[in-house]
């Protein structure tokens, strides 16, 4: 293993790659592209851009700082490619020419540098003839669902090779949210679905004995070309395998027990960097789940279970259980209807797998014969579908838990205790019934995290990163949210946190993606009457997109006015900004102003003064130092309880702007170790010499208000309360 990890680091130090990317230097390379390209949108005023991963075969650099000349050198490096929206087209096996500037990766990647270039790819070739012939079996699956609605189009090529390019952001959060990340992505899941229905026809039309065995081999052969032979498919396949013995039980059993060992080495041997691979660590553990606890946990089932009932709990509960540490690791949270999900989305999963690539097979003879199969996989995939949506809607589907190196101690130990006295529940039919009422309860009617959200808040921040997710609660399950962050799952929890269910009206302030991509979470399982919009409708990308979702969800979109005054319930607010609207850019340039005030989206944020429960709230959305000192031109009065600092509390404020806000508290939406050293240092000092608190969501999580007998308290989550009263 040594001498294993000891090869990799030599590849990755090979060459002079690393010390270019140390000095930041310019090159030309050829690269082999090794991914499917992934279009990203920035959250800031930028473009959006693409991210693959490639290997540099060959890399031309100028020797020194008055070069004749160039130096070729041929070298085997992966790199990371960060590129313009025009690398979106480049096909996985393809040779490319480019030129850009190498940067040094962080500590621990499983690359040696990045490349960031801003010059288009230039194709040297083609990819080889079976990857070729791969992407039009990967296309004619696209287009056997093209006629099918928008989540069903994603879903089925996802369940059936992982081409995960059409699932919808919001759907994606709902897999994550019941536990069902594992089939929209390749995972081992998909080939024993497909073995287990190739080889029981192999057997019926004759097959035996090694014959099955080359079927088999050819079956795994197929599918790790259709789903691209990247180091997570050739992980899949593995555990796939060895998943699909351990259901022989017995003797093949024990066999799965030793092969799991033996492929854990062999993957970490090829490939050490996956010792430090999630997916890897997840794969490992739901294939040992399924292998030491399926069987028993089985048999207990079956004493009072049909047999084939026993095994649809079985698997997808030791599976959850055994991955629960490491996903509450990552995700910060635990899901209670991860099993129920699972058992209720199984049946259908293998379906849909099946009619889809036998739909995938047809396509390469007749579209119109591979729609009608295509039609017929759908429908097993709307159930999937619909089991993810409701189940995320549930109250108590995913309840917060500490990703701290304590609370992961903790839940494993409660999952320790869990392992070793879960037969005994499972074995007695009263003890089952009593333990599922027990979870629905919680489910149903979560008790919540640790007293928060407080039963009297008016006001939220929530925890969405860099981003602003903003709430003010308007009545009884009812809020005005004021943007949505980034990342549709983080501000759907946090309103399911919250509890509410009916909003009014969405504000949008601007259109970036730290503002307005999360937007699908919060249209997810509620009702939204109206969003609200700047007239500013840069960068097109995201107002398109923005437009496209309220389309979808039956929610009409308006432009707000300048100094309308609206009211929903308990809240009120009226517009202080923008007064006035840049000229968009024209069509195929950036939407950025290279100059010290900021970008024009920032400057055309809606800035509203809102009143709720007896408290005046300043909101400005991402409005740099221009406009600050426009809107108090305006001489409209800004005197408030609380700020919600502009920008994520960057450098560039006003200090007039602060200072005529006199808020008792001010408030910083900024995302953990962002990269733009946000709340800026300069800042927090000119929010100090106003004598105004201040508390961030980087440091302090959600940021809850409340005004309980005219206090002004600031509840952290976790506590401590702080009284802001003066």
Known sequence: ????????????????????????????????????????????????YVVVRATIEQIHSRPGPNPTGTTSTRVRTPVLVIGTAKWQHVRYGQHIDATGRLEPAEGGAEVAAMLSTRSPPRTVDDPPWWLRAAERVRAGLRDAVSDEPEDVRGLVPALVMGDVSGVSADLDADFRTTGLTHLSAVSGTNLTLLL???LPLARLIGVRARGLTVVGLLT?????????????VLRAAAMGLIALAAMTGGPGQRRAIRSLSVAVIALLLLDTSLARSPGFALSVLATAGIILLGPGWRKALSRWLPGWLADAIACPLAAQLACTPIVAWLSGEVSLVAVAANLLAGPTVGPATILGFIAAGVALVSNELAQVVGWAAGWPARWIILVAREGADLPGAANA?????????????????????????????????LAVV?????????VGSLGWPPDDWL??????????????????????????GPDPAAMDRCLKDLNVQHIPVVVLSHFHADHVGGLAGVLSGRQVDEIEVTPYFSPRAEYDRVIALAARHGVAVRTVTFHE?????????????????????????????????????????????????????????????????????????????????????SAQQD???????????????????NDYGHPAPRTLDLLSHTTTQTATTNLSGPLTITNTNNHLALTTHPPPNKDLTR
Do not use: Y
Request: charged fraction near 15%; aromatic fraction near 2%; charge should be positive.
């Open 1 to 48: 293993m040594a001498l294993a990890a000891t090869l990799h680091t030599a590849t990755l130090h090979e060459g002079p790659v690393r010390n270019l990317a140390a000095n930041n230097k310019t090159v030309t390379v050829r690269l082999k592209i090794t991914s499917d390209p992934s279009l990203r949108q920035s959250t800031t005023r930028r473009p959006p």
């Open 196 to 198: 287990a229905f190739v």
């Open 220 to 232: 795994v052969v197929v599918f790790v070309v259709l789903a691209r032979p990247q180091p997570s």
């Open 401 to 433: 838990w500490p990703a701290t190196v304590a609370g992961i101690a903790v839940l494993t130990l409660l999952c320790l205790a869990l392992v070793l006295g879960l037969h005994r529940i499972l074995a007695r039919p009263i003890a089952m019934i």
């Open 438 to 446: 027990m979870l629905a309860v919680v489910v149903l009617r979560p």
């Open 459 to 484: 006001f939220v921040a929530c925890d969405v990163g860099q981003g602003d997710g903003l709430v003010l609660r308007a009545g009884d399950h009812t809020a005005v949210v004021v943007d949505t």
């Open 565 to 649: 005054r609206r009211v929903a319930g308990q809240v009120s607010w009226t517009t202080l900004w923008p007064a006035r609207v840049p000229s968009l850019p024209a069509a195929g340039t950036s939407s950025a102003t290279p100059t010290d005030e900021g970008s024009p989206e920032n400057n055309a944020s809606i800035a509203m003064m809102a009143e709720v429960g007896g408290l005046r709230i300043l909101l400005t959305g991402d409005l740099e130092p221009e406009s600050q000192r426009a809107v108090l031109a305006t001489g409209a009065d800004l005197k408030a309880d609380v700020l919600k600092v502009p920008h994520h509390g």
């Open 655 to 673: 200090a007039n702007f602060i200072a005529a806000a006199n808020a008792r508290l001010a408030i910083i939406s900024a995302g953990r170790n």
